[in-house]
């Protein structure tokens, strides 16, 4: 089963505008959440993460938002630009200590000029 | 400061060969180690995690195998390639406990296995 869902598998966005890629998850026992940027032929880089004990946490242009009755996070990027254009993928952790993270199927951002 | 090496960066195989794929970490110790597959079109799937050296767990029935000889190595084999394995490799590394508060994995730069 899948347990981290990213429904849009592409998003298309103006220069400047806000980007916002969306993640739901099913098991309430994930402890944290993060997000990964990965370009063509590299492995995926570290974002930013949130704690299920938070409901926000902001880095710079990014800021991620999660909402646990829900069971929905998402990331904003603002003001994005053409440089964020990338795969993003949404990942959780399930608390044990095999660091294990289980990620959603990825959504591709496109940030036009 | 820590590192992660995988390699090769391409392989094209014929169906039926082997695989050796290798991924090694330095600057740290006794840390956890990941193989995903990130096919075409879909997400990053996990095969095998490591928490030691000779401790693999398999995520998912398949072809593959992997092996932890050493403390910073790990290799993803197979006896006989199919079709179906081939795909984007992806070594991982994360440190003990904190990895998920702080930056979960870091990524080698990952292999594109094209079998024929």
């Known amino acids: 089963d899948q347990q981290v869902k990213q429904n849009s598998p592409s998003l298309s966005v103006q220069e400047g505008r806000i980007s916002i890629l969306n993640c739901d998850y099913t098991n309430s026992m994930f402890d944290y959440f993060l997000w990964y940027k990965k370009y063509p032929a590299e492995g995926p880089t570290f974002l930013i993460s949130?704690?299920?004990?938070?409901d926000k946490n902001e880095d710079g242009r990014f800021t991620v938002f999660l909402n646990k009755s829900a069971k929905h996070l998402s990331l904003h990027i603002v003001p994005s630009q053409p440089g964020d254009s990338a795969v993003y993928f949404c990942?959780?952790?399930?608390?044990?200590?095999?660091?294990?993270?289980?990620f959603g199927q990825g959504t591709t951002l496109q940030v036009k000029p | 400061s820590q590192t992660i090496h995988q390699w090769p960066a391409t392989l094209v195989q014929p169906v039926g060969s082997p695989l050796s794929l290798e991924c090694t970490v330095e600057g740290t110790s006794n840390p956890n180690l990941y193989w995903y597959r990130q096919a075409a079109g879909r997400g990053l799937q996990l095969l095998f995690y490591s928490v030691g050296i000779g401790q693999i767990s398999s995520e998912v029935p398949q072809n593959l195998s992997a092996s932890r000889p050493q403390d910073r190595q790990f290799i993803l084999s197979s006896k006989k390639l199919l079709l179906s394995d081939s795909g984007f490799y992806l070594c991982?590394?994360?440190?003990?406990?904190?990895?998920?508060?702080?930056?979960?994995?870091?990524f080698g730069s990952g292999t594109r296995l094209t079998v024929v």
């Open positions: 991982a590394w994360s440190v003990k406990g904190a990895g998920a508060a702080n930056y979960g994995y870091t």
């Open positions: 990942a959780a952790s399930v608390p044990s200590n095999t660091g294990k993270l289980i």
């Open positions: 949130i704690s299920s004990i938070k």
